[in-house]
């Protein structure tokens, strides 16, 4: 969801995470905050921790990102990234199940879904509060696909993160990967079936998929 359909990491989590550690002192650098993209909480917190030192404020840091990164998921609609209007479209239109396999919890997910727009979009809903291992283990994805009752082979990752990346791997799931913001490991680009940076690939990709399988 986020930094795929969402451009929420630019519009939130990189905009806030910046000014508010600016504003607190303590800076935190463009590339840290990218690499971090992806992570639950937990993982959020820990890292920037370590990677800031002792003295950084971590407490009131996460504090601060919280409430704005809450308020703003809550009560705004979040811009979609380019081609994901589209893309939803396509997929409803050709009858494919879509899910979405988030590490956001899921009373925010639900707000972010609904106020952009696109919670219709999708038959099912699994949330980082719903999981005991967050990605990069692929348990997420995995219930995902259970939950459809299909084979692993039939079902397809749409990820533009490290973490989320290394689960569809380490699920050996077919993935593509639709690059913005967050880092991507060059293992990654070529373990995926596609690599891009527009969303509309993904559709000339299903459409190819589905005109051969017609034989077309």
Not at 122 to 143: R, S
């Given at each position: ?43 959020y ?10 003295d ?36 409803k ?23 952009s ?6 038959d ?12 990069p283990?692929?348990?997420i ?9 299909v ?23 077919k ?42």
């Amino acid at each position: 969801m986020d930094g795929l359909l969402l451009d929420s990491e630019r519009q939130i989590y990189l905009y806030n995470g910046m000014r508010i550690s600016k504003e607190l002192g303590y800076p935190i650098d463009e590339a840290f905050l990218r690499s971090m993209m992806g992570n639950d909480w937990g993982i959020y917190e820990s890292k920037t921790a370590e990677h800031m030192g002792k003295d950084f404020p971590i407490d009131r840091y996460m504090s601060l990102l919280r409430e704005k990164n809450h308020y703003v998921i809550r009560n705004e609609a979040i811009p979609l990234r380019p081609g994901a209007k589209e893309l939803l479209d396509f997929c409803k239109e050709n009858g494919y199940l879509m899910a979405i396999a988030t590490s956001t919890h899921r009373e925010d997910t639900l707000s972010c879904l609904k106020n952009s727009g696109i919670y219709d979009y999708f038959d099912y809903i699994i949330t980082g509060d719903e999981v005991v291992n967050g990605k990069p283990d692929p348990e997420i994805f995995l219930k995902a696909i259970a939950h459809f009752d299909v084979d692993k082979s039939e079902a397809v990752i749409l990820e533009d993160g490290h973490n989320g990346s290394v689960a569809a791997m380490r699920g050996a799931c077919k993935l593509i990967i639709v690059e913005d913001l967050a880092l991507i490991e060059e293992e990654e680009k070529r373990y995926a079936i596609l690599h891009t940076y527009d969303l509309l690939d993904v559709i000339d990709l299903l459409r190819s998929d589905r005109e051969a399988a017609a034989g077309v």
